[in-house]
């Protein structure tokens, strides 16, 4: 069965912002939520459906490739996981299901996710490479294996009764929280750890290797699962996600596949015509220059840039010429050049420049307009 629109699913527009974005979802979520609705035995999928949907237009990399290409963008796997970094529903609820439909269930608490900005050459984000980064980070004290206590011991929290969340009761709503007396972890400890003060986390830089993958542009996203912070009393640690930025290139542009870089060339070459070499990711190639070549003038190379990390065909490089003025010229080279310019008083006007010839007649034309 063909799936529904994202936005369909959502009851949002295309143009929809982040915020309107997650109050949609709650809403849906809201409606459809199996706990809420115990006697639809499609409320699952629904839910289901919309937590996807929501997944992917809440991450902008996601989202611009399902606004390109539907559903088909994430077929044989492309984009699963990470979402908007949610491990489920609960996360973007703080438990309110527990709260409001009964059941409460404590969690253990993941830690922070962390994010790098990682700058890379031209030549890096187009054939991969591997670099080894370091990143500050919490980590779990080994002195008291995460739990914070110097002796081991931990006893039951007070405040919560070792549930780790508190009730409010607000008017006829009951609203769960997590215990401030022990952070959610249902657990009190009577002697703190003398290394890390009880928090069970120290601060530390980590070495990771990280791979890129061939192929990557400014804005692209590596997940590295279980590299982000340590969790609270040894729970689950955050990701950590490596943003790729490419840096400027002294020659050559890139606009998604393919490359664009400027060709000098002399002004006796436009004229009568040259065979040049031309750089390119792999090595120099020639490529023939007409006579009377203009400035503007564009030559294609197909599949000499880049083949995207998503996949598809291998972009081109597409060079343009631009004729260069001499300068320093030697008196030789002067009286040569104004020989030439002697030969063209008293041509034909335009036989030997078009373009000035257009755009003279082009002012005339103007004037005439405003004068009239």
């Not at 990682?118 to 984000?125: P, Q, T």
């Not at 982000?228 to 400027?248: F, I, N, Q």
């Not at 070459?269 to 006579?291: H, K, M, N, R, S």
């Amino acid at each position: 069965m063909s799936k529904r629109d994202y936005y369909e699913v959502l009851s949002v527009e295309r143009t929809v912002n982040e915020a309107e974005l997650k109050k949609a979802f709650r809403r849906v979520a809201m409606k459809c939520h199996p706990d809420r609705c115990p006697d639809d035995p499609h409320a699952q999928e629904k839910f289901k459906e919309a937590k996807e949907a929501y997944e992917v237009l809440s991450d902008a990399q996601k989202r611009s490739m399902y606004d390109q290409h539907g559903h088909a963008a994430f077929e044989n796997g492309f984009g699963r996981g990470g979402g908007a970094g949610f491990g489920d529903v609960g996360d973007i609820f703080g438990d309110m299901f527990g709260d409001i439909f009964g059941g409460g269930r404590q969690r253990a608490r993941r830690g922070s996710d962390l994010r790098y900005m990682m700058d890379l050459d031209l030549e890096e984000a187009v054939f991969g490479i591997e670099k080894k980064i370091q990143i500050p980070t919490q980590v779990n004290c080994q002195h008291c294996n995460g739990s914070g206590s110097e002796d081991g011991k931990v006893s039951t929290c007070k405040t919560c009764a070792g549930h780790g969340r508190v009730r409010m009761q607000n008017g006829i709503f009951s609203i769960q929280q997590a215990c401030p007396h022990c952070g959610g972890s249902g657990q009190a400890i009577e002697k703190p750890c003398k290394k890390c003060h009880g928090e069970g986390l120290l601060q530390e830089e980590r070495t990771l290797s990280v791979r890129i993958p061939a192929g990557v542009d400014t804005g692209d996203r590596i997940r590295l699962t279980g590299q982000g912070e340590a969790g609270p009393a040894g729970s689950p640690a955050g990701d950590l996600y490596v943003e790729v930025r490419v840096k400027e290139h002294a020659i050559f542009q890139r606009e998604g596949s393919d490359l664009f870089c400027e060709v000098p060339i002399r002004f006796s070459q436009a004229a009568l015509g040259a065979e040049l070499q031309v750089p390119t990711l792999d090595g120099e190639v020639p490529i023939a220059v007409p006579p009377e070549t203009q400035t503007g003038h564009q030559f294609k190379l197909r599949g000499r840039g880049v083949k995207s990390v998503r996949g598809g065909r291998t972009g081109d490089l597409v060079c343009r010429v631009v004729v260069e003025t001499p300068v320093r010229l030697t008196r030789e080279q002067r009286e040569l050049f104004e020989q030439l310019e002697a030969t063209f008083e008293g041509a034909e006007v335009g036989r030997h420049t078009p373009r000035s010839s257009n755009f003279i007649d082009g002012v005339k034309q103007f004037w005439s307009r405003v004068t009239s």
